[in-house]
Every structure is written in structure tokens, then in C-alpha cells.
């Protein structure tokens, strides 16, 4: 009986994990696309990442645009990008990604996401810079 039940979990427990790394793939997919179109200057496509929330804030795909660009230009143009750990929240999770900008700054960006319709968009951005290296 032990034997089975061990068994059941273990099923259980891959389930779990595949289930972990089908939204981590998910995830990982909107926000390449996103900094993608950015790349692109396809702020019509890249806005159709963005959650609803951030959709009432800025209304357009326009407005949209011009804040990233100005607030965020790591996002806007980063020269290279790596993903790091995608964290459960309440509500929503949190995937963290490593920015290399042109001038060669590492920022740490924690892209919350948010599951709408089935799909997963992006609900916000915190930004941590990290310090220059020392010489």
C-alpha cells in the first residue's frame, strides 16, 4: 500500500513540474516577444502583451510606447537578456530576468504576469539596478 501510494505521488509530483515548466515556457515566450517588438519599434504588437490594468493606465498603444521608452529604456532596448527564477505570488507570478543595457548596466527586472483569458500578459515591472563593477 505504501508502494502505490509513494508511486501516486511521485505522479503527482511530475505533473507538477511539467505543469511549472509549460508556464515558465509560457511566460518566458510574452516577455521575449514583447522586448522583441520593442527592438522592432512594434509598440502595437508589444502593447498586446500588456495586461488590462496596464491597458486602463495607458490607453493606447502609442502612450504605451513612449512610457517604456522614456521609464524603462533597458526594456526598450536591451542589448541582451537572460531569464532568472519565476516566483509564485498570491495572485500572480513573478518571472525575473537579467537586462544588459548598451552601456553595459545590468539591471534586474521582476515582470509581474497575470493570466487573462487564458493567456499570460504582463501586469507590471520593477526594476532594481545593479551597481557598476568595481575596477
Not at 25 to 46: G, M, P, Y
Amino acid at each position: 500500500m505504501r508502494f502505490v501510494f509513494s508511486i501516486c505521488m511521485l505522479i503527482m509530483l511530475g505533473q507538477s513540474e511539467v505543469r511549472a515548466d509549460e508556464r515558465s515556457s509560457a511566460i518566458q515566450e510574452v516577455i521575449t516577444n514583447q522586448i522583441s517588438a520593442f527592438l522592432s519599434d512594434d509598440v502595437d504588437k508589444a502593447y498586446g502583451f500588456a495586461s488590462s490594468n496596464i491597458k486602463k493606465v495607458f490607453p493606447s498603444p502609442q502612450s504605451f510606447g513612449r512610457m517604456v521608452q522614456n521609464g524603462y529604456p533597458m526594456i526598450w532596448r536591451p542589448e541582451s537578456f537572460e531569464f532568472l527564477e519565476l516566483r509564485e505570488g498570491a495572485e500572480d507570478l513573478f518571472q525575473g530576468i537579467l537586462i544588459t543595457d548598451g552601456e553595459d548596466a545590468k539591471h534586474i527586472i521582476i515582470y509581474q504576469m497575470a493570466k487573462e483569458q487564458g493567456a499570460w500578459k504582463i501586469d507590471g515591472v520593477r526594476v532594481r539596478s545593479l551597481p557598476a563593477k568595481s575596477i
